[in-house]
T-cell receptor, first 114, second 112 residues
Framework: ETGVTQTPRHLVMGMTNKKSLKCEQH?????MYWYKQSAKKPLELMFV???????ENNSVPSRFSPECPNSSHLFLHLHTLQPEDSALYLC?????????????FGPGTRLTVL | GESVGLHLPTLSVQEGDNSIINCAYS??????FIWYKQESGKGPQFIID?????DKRQGQRVTVLLNKTVKHLSLQIAATQPGDSAVYFC???????????FGTGTRLQVFP
């Protein structure tokens, strides 16, 4: 595997379910990101992990819980979501602190909340 | 506040023509800009970038122009091909931060 991978690619869940999204980067980067992409809206940055520490949390509801166990893996734990949380969730990685600013994106997880 | 926006939500061009996608930004402190291409079912892919000390940068069939005076960014695609059909995003960032600010996106449609 190369680049940034995300699983699952599609997820349908009820509002009472608990699920997790997984992201893995094979680029040796030291920062990882979660974005939410909704129709007709700009990409919304949700969380940033730099050197495995969370450095940004853009007022995301607590029903979204990120986890970064190491520099290559990032999870987004979901519980008691709302229908308006249906969106494409994108993971990205980059090399910060003197490295590339460019972020490399995964293919995304298409989430539907019923 | 900071914002990045795109003038045209949809751009339709004929195959072989040149395409120009525009972007406006409001933060004069931004010093690095990136264009991304997002095809259906995929995540955004890097196309080309430009730093604020430049006003033009060329890649393969793509050129990015930066006008800092009016805070305007454009992406030019030469000899547009069907494979160029996608949504294009501009993004800006400020040096020494790891936060990209994305615009809404412009959909490019290429017809024969």
């Amino acid at each position: 595997e190369t680049g940034v991978t995300q699983t699952p690619r599609h997820l349908v869940m009820g509002m009472t379910n608990k699920k997790s999204l997984k992201c893995e980067q094979h680029l040796g980067h030291n920062a990882m990101y979660w974005y939410k992409q909704s129709a007709k809206k700009p990409l919304e940055l949700m969380f940033v992990y730099s050197l495995e520490e969370r450095v940004e949390n853009n007022s995301v509801p607590s029903r979204f819980s990120p986890e970064c166990p190491n520099s290559s893996h990032l999870f987004l734990h979901l519980h008691t979501l709302q229908p308006e949380d249906s969106a494409l969730y994108l993971c990205a990685s980059s090399q910060v602190f003197g490295g590339q600013i460019e972020q490399f994106f995964g293919p995304g997880t298409r989430l539907t909340v019923l | 506040g900071e914002s990045v926006g795109l003038h045209l939500p949809t751009l339709s061009v004929q195959e072989g023509d040149n395409s120009i996608i525009n972007c406006a930004y409001s933060n004069s402190a931004s010093d690095y800009f990136i264009w991304y291409k997002q095809e259906s079912g995929k995540g955004p892919q890097f196309i080309i970038d430009i730093r604020s000390n430049m006003d033009k940068r060329q890649g393969q069939r793509v050129t990015v122009l930066l006008n800092k005076t009016v805070k305007h960014l454009s992406l030019q695609i030469a000899a547009t091909q069907p494979g160029d059909s996608a949504v294009y995003f501009c993004a800006e960032t400020i040096y020494n931060t790891d936060k990209l600010i994305f615009g809404t996106g412009t959909r490019l449609q290429v017809f024969p």
